[in-house]
Every structure is written in structure tokens, then in C-alpha cells.
């Protein structure tokens, strides 16, 4: 069978994983972990927001709030969230997060690679000649990974449960519109104009 030794070894029984789809696997980590990241954040600054609207209506249903003070809290919690989306959702979204970090992440949550697939990552991003003791590491590396399923690395339960909350939370601002009283107290408080006589 031709094999190309430069991303394949030919063992009996089976293909081992070529490097490229050694970095390729951690990619694809990298992209789930961001993907988490940025959904955690956005749930975050959702239900960060319908909080706000909570306590802004009833403080204002509570208080009558004048006309200025009503523009003044609507102002600071739009400040609220433009830092909270910067910090939450935008800087997750952007930030560079290495293939080395990666592996370490990797090898916290199988605890089989012994400090060799971060080794093998940085060995990878170099074009320097191998000795064969680097490809050994390498060889041994990329055959712990071919039978690992690296995404249960990563755990979607803390998104799960942001996602349940807002969930809750939108469900619950849904059906307050048709409380009585609460729809005009919603309006009036984003409202910067005083409520006629």
C-alpha cells in the first residue's frame, strides 16, 4: 500500500494520525471552547440585562421617578451593558487563545499525555530538524490522541444552565406584559419623557 511518510506511518492494523490532523483535532477544540465562551458571556449580559430592566421598572413604579432621573438610570444601565458586552462577549469572541494552552487544557482533564502534547504542540510549530527522540514523543503523542474524544474536554453544563436561566427570565418578562400595570411601568421607565396628566 503507498503510504506518504511525510503525514502518514504505515502500522499493521491501522493509519496513525497524521500531524496535521493532530493540530487539526486541537483547532477544532479551541473553536468549541470559544464557541462556549462567547454563548456563556452573551447569556450572561441577557440575563445581566432583563435584571436591570426588573429593578429599574419597579424602582420606578415604587418612586414615580422624575423625568431626568428616569433618563439618568436608563443612560448608566446602557453604560452597563456596552462594558459588560466588551467584557463578556466581545473580548471571548476575539481574544487569541494559543494550541499550546490548548494541550495543557488537554492534558489537566486525561491525565495520560504527561506534559507530552503541549511538548508535542511546540514541536509541530517549529520546522527545525527532529531528532528521534522528538519523534518518538511525537509518534506516541499523536496515537493517545487518535483513540481520546478531545471535546469532553470541555463541558457545556454552565452555558446549559445561563441558557435555562434566561430562558426563565425572558419567559418571565413575557408574561408580566400581560400583568396588570406592568407593561406601562416597562415603557414609562425606558421612557424620557414625564407621563401626562
Known amino acids: ?3 506518504d511518510l511525510r503525514t502518514a506511518v504505515y502500522v499493521p492494523g491501522y493509519l496513525r494520525m497524521s500531524e496535521s490532523d493532530l493540530l487539526a483535532r486541537l483547532s477544532g477544540v479551541r473553536g468549541r471552547a470559544r464557541l462556549f465562551a462567547t454563548a456563556h458571556g452573551s447569556l450572561t449580559v441577557v440575563l445581566a440585562a432583563g435584571t436591570l430592566f426588573i429593578l429599574a421598572a419597579t424602582l420606578d413604579w415604587l418612586t414615580d421617578l422624575p423625568a431626568m ?3 439618568g438610570m436608563t443612560l448608566a444601565v446602557a453604560g452597563a451593558m456596552a462594558w459588560w458586552l466588551r467584557r463578556l462577549v466581545w473580548r471571548p469572541a476575539t481574544a487569541p487563545i494559543a494550541l ?3 494541550a495543557q487544557r488537554l492534558e ?3 491525565g495520560t499525555f504527561d506534559d507530552r502534547l503541549a511538548s508535542t504542540v ?3 510549530s517549529h520546522d527545525a530538524e527532529r531528532d528521534p527522540l522528538t519523534q518518538q514523543v511525537v509518534a506516541e503523542t499523536t496515537d493517545l490522541v487518535r483513540d481520546l474524544s478531545l471535546p469532553d474536554a470541555l463541558t457545556a453544563r454552565p452555558t446549559l444552565r445561563r441558557l435555562a436561566l ?3 427570565l425572558v419567559g418571565a418578562l413575557g408574561g408580566a406584559q400581560w400583568a396588570s400595570g406592568f407593561p406601562g411601568i416597562g415603557a414609562r421607565t425606558l421612557s424620557i419623557s414625564p407621563e401626562p396628566a
Open 69 to 71: 432621573l428616569r433618563l
Open 108 to 110: 489537566r482533564h486525561f
Open 166 to 168: 434566561a430562558v426563565l
Open 122 to 124: 511546540n514541536f509541530l
Open 100 to 102: 499550546e494552552a490548548v
Open 1 to 3: 500500500v503507498p503510504i
